[in-house]
């Protein structure tokens, strides 16, 4: 392997994604910004007010975490399932392909480009919630590694889904049918200590709640869930997702005629 060759294909391929997310300002940046403002006005000022308390903590400051990692997630995803099935569309992938890069490369390139986003997009969301409420940071090392493995995680399902995808249909399947419930049932909006015993063994399934929690307990220092554990669950995803698109991609799965 060529190390100088494969380091220049993937800044070629981050810097074309992330001049991408910044050129397009108004579409990816713009609205996460808009509807989480909804969300904290609505949510946390409107709703929260009759609440009350969650684990010693304003209804506002629970939620924040949530919907910070919400916008996260949906946005490192789609930024990938967008890009890389528009470049599979156009038949811009094949030059990537008969090039002599390999496939880690590629997969890597477009994951750095939706980590971007989801970073920058959660950053964003963070400081429009300083309008709403105050936080606190309990550890800052969790926060920021939460939101990394998270961005990577869902930026590479997105790879995924675009891989799979045969039409401009199938790229909104799973965000609508499976992204969107898991991460509206993930724990963003309530506690699962506040559920009854058998739904919370059945949240327990859902992976979203693991990220969720293990955000909110880096700002407030309360957790559902095991920090140890959501740690290696979210790793094993990256890992596998990883390992798998580089697989599909060495083979060419629904990319080579």
């Known amino acids: ?52 308390n969650i684990e010693n903590f304003t209804y506002m400051q629970f939620i924040v975490p949530g919907l910070i990692m919400m916008s996260v997630i949906t946005n490192s995803y789609n930024n990938v399932v967008s890009s890389f099935f528009m470049a599979k569309f156009q038949k811009n992938i094949e030059e990537l392909l008969v090039s002599p890069v390999t496939s880690f490369t590629i997969v890597s ?86 559920l009854p015993e058998v739904w919370r063994g059945i949240s327990k399934a859902n992976p979203i709640l693991y990220m969720v929690n293990a955000f909110r307990y880096g700002f407030l220092g309360v957790s559902d869930i095991n920090i140890y554990l959501s740690f290696s669950l979210v790793s094993f995803f990256c890992i596998a997702l990883f ?6 991609i060495r083979i060419g799965y629904r990319i080579k005629s």
């Open 109 to 194: 390139g477009y994951v750095i480009g939706g980590t971007f986003r989801g970073i920058l997009v959660g950053i964003i969301v963070t400081l429009v919630s300083l309008f709403f409420t105050t936080l606190q940071i309990h550890n800052l090392f969790i926060i920021c590694a939460v939101i990394f493995l998270t961005s990577v995680l869902f930026s590479l399902a997105g790879f995924t889904n675009a891989i799979f995808a045969k039409s401009f249909d199938d790229i909104s399947i799973i965000p609508t049918f499976v992204l969107t419930p898991l991460t509206y049932l993930g724990g963003v909006f309530y506690s699962i200590s506040m």
């Open 243 to 248: 390992s798998l698109n580089v697989y599909l």
């Open 1 to 52: 392997m060529n190390v100088s060759r494969e380091r220049t294909a993937f800044a070629t391929i981050v810097r074309k994604e992330l001049i991408r997310v910044l050129r397009i300002w108004l579409q990816t940046l713009l609205p996460p910004a808009i509807t989480m403002t909804l969300y904290f006005l609505i949510f946390g000022k409107l709703i929260g007010s009759q609440i009350g």
